[in-house]
């Protein structure tokens, strides 16, 4: 069965940092990209990181570019979020999600999440 | 404002049929496939639909996904009040190098 168990979330002061962690199983971690997915209060999902399988790709929306950096340690089964410059607006239950893609060198991509951990809350307040 | 536009609310009764419509543009709905999520309070969301029209194993014949152009769609049949969620879809944009999602449609079952 594959669990995602996220960690790390808590209370932090604007400009503040914080390092959410992602622990995986169930499944062959290594030949699976990952994600990061969050939902402030009251709002929609908003995708917020990707890593390719070996890590050495990343993407970011635009939202986080600059300030989050997504890292992966295939070794030990986990997935990473580091955030910097934390704003008050960076407030979300975070999401860790499994990948599903294909297609890269067709005219049409399909990129998916299907399995989702429970979520870990930030909270950025002062 | 989300990338994907889709209606805020929707409603039924058990038993009909609702619709749920997700429009995009060109960089992203229409060369890229879609997919939808089921998302209950308190809980992880659920992949409902992917690639369009595919269903994971488990999810029942009575959700089904369509795209034509830059908007697709998700229909839920033999409405069920345990259907009462929040339905978001989603998918790659080339332009933004990235995923994207609907606003999300709040389904109420009557």
């Known amino acids: 069965e594959v669990q995602l168990l996220e960690s790390g979330g808590g209370l932090v002061q604007p400009g503040g940092s914080l390092r959410l962690s992602c622990a995986a199983s169930?499944?062959?971690?290594?030949?699976?990209?990952m994600s990061w997915v969050r939902q402030a209060p009251g709002k929609g999902l908003e995708w917020v990181s990707g890593i390719s399988e070996s890590g050495d790709a990343t993407y970011y929306a635009d939202s986080v570019k600059d300030r989050f950096t997504i890292s992966r340690d295939n070794s030990k089964k986990m997935l990473y979020l580091q955030m910097n410059s934390l704003r008050v607006e960076d407030t979300a239950l975070y999401y860790c999600?499994?990948?599903?893609?294909?297609?890269?060198?067709?005219?049409?991509?399909?990129?998916?999440?299907?399995?989702w951990g429970q979520g870990t809350l930030v909270t950025v307040s002062s | 404002q989300s990338v994907l536009t889709q209606p805020s609310s929707a409603s039924g009764t058990p038993g009909q049929r609702v619709t749920i419509s997700c429009s995009g543009s060109?960089?992203?709905?229409?060369?890229?496939?879609v997919n939808w999520y089921q998302h209950l309070p308190g809980a992880a969301p659920k992949l409902l639909i992917f690639s369009n029209d595919m269903r994971p194993s488990g999810v029942p014949d009575r959700f089904s996904g369509s795209k034509s152009g830059t908007s697709a769609s998700l229909a839920i049949s033999g409405l069920l009040s345990e259907d009462e969620a929040d339905y978001y879809c989603?998918?790659?944009?080339?332009?933004?190098?990235?995923?994207?999602f609907g606003g999300g449609t709040k389904l109420t079952v009557l």
């Open positions: 989603s998918t790659w944009d080339d332009s933004l190098n990235g995923v994207v």
């Open positions: 169930g499944f062959t971690y290594n030949i699976n990209a």
């Open positions: 999600a499994k990948v599903i893609w294909f297609g890269e060198l067709t005219a049409t991509f399909t990129y998916f999440f299907d399995h």
């Open positions: 060109n960089s992203n709905v229409r060369i890229n496939t």
